[in-house]
């Protein structure tokens, strides 16, 4: 295993400490026993019962077409926030980017590194690598909805990007046709046969409010499109 793959430059100052529910939900069993199997079922269940189904068998292949559209606009070294199985991180390694994936769960990051590749068992709003240098930084499959409040990641996100860095996120798509999504609750891990994890706070934003939030913020969207049914952001300071 290689050292991480850090951007150079002086680092930016720590970052407060977060809430920390969510770094022990996603390490309990239900989760760490789909990726250890490569595949579910697994869910997000919110305390009314509802259930979001959680694409594990995606997570633990290779990046497919709608992960390309959003790796073709990286550029400089990528921070992969809630690298999951790490079939990101490995495309970038594939195509001579460097990259560090970040997860909270050890079987994430253990399998990330069985493919080779650098991961770090660590939260986003922990101290990192590189602060303020990295070039991208990726928020796919959910993890806009990370601590619960994506004003916050988003925040947060900004600390850790180099001047003109961009972030390219994934947004929720709304429960009905045409409609956008906007929600904070708390959730668990669910395998569907009785197991969970702990609750934790979760956040889902569709496209539109994403954009809202991000300029509000002070970000710009560069570009938005959808690929394979999935909506995705470009967005730079």
């Known amino acids: 295993m290689s050292a991480p793959s850090v951007p150079s430059g ?19 069993d239900p989760y760490a026993e789909a990726l250890r199997s490569g595949r579910g079922p697994l869910f997000l269940r919110r305390t009314d019962g509802w259930l979001l189904p959680l694409e594990v ?27 999951g199985p790490g079939r990101m991180v490995a495309a970038l390694a594939r195509k001579g980017s460097p990259a560090l994936g970040i997860d909270t769960s050890p079987a994430a990051v253990a399998r990330t590194r069985r493919r080779g590749v650098d991961a770090l068992c660590r939260s986003v709003f922990e101290t990192l690598p590189g602060e ?36 390219l996120a994934e947004a929720a798509h709304g429960d009905a046709p045409h ?9 668990r891990l669910d395998d569907g046969n009785g197991g969970h994890g ?40």
């Not at 409609?179 to 959730?187: F, G, L, W």
């Not at 979760?202 to 909506?231: C, D, F, K, N, P």
């Open 10 to 28: 002086p680092a930016a100052a720590p970052p407060a400490a977060p809430p920390a529910p969510a770094a022990v939900a996603w390490h309990a």
């Open 132 to 167: 303020g240098r990295w070039g991208s930084a990726l928020l796919v499959d959910g993890n806009i909805g990370i601590g619960g409040d994506p004003a916050a990641l988003l925040v947060r996100v900004g600390e850790l990007l180099a001047p003109g860095g961009l972030l």
């Open 198 to 237: 702990p609750a934790f706070p979760w956040a889902r934003i569709g496209a539109a409010a994403l954009r809202q939030r991000a300029e509000s913020a002070g970000w710009s969207v560069t570009a938005q499109w959808t690929a394979r049914g999935r909506s995705f952001l470009a967005l730079s300071r």
């Open 57 to 83: 068998e995606r997570w633990c292949a290779r990046a497919d077409a709608a992960d390309l559209t959003v790796l073709r606009r990286c550029s400089g070294a990528v921070l992969d926030i809630g690298c």
């Open 179 to 187: 409609a956008d999504v906007e929600e904070r609750v708390e959730v």
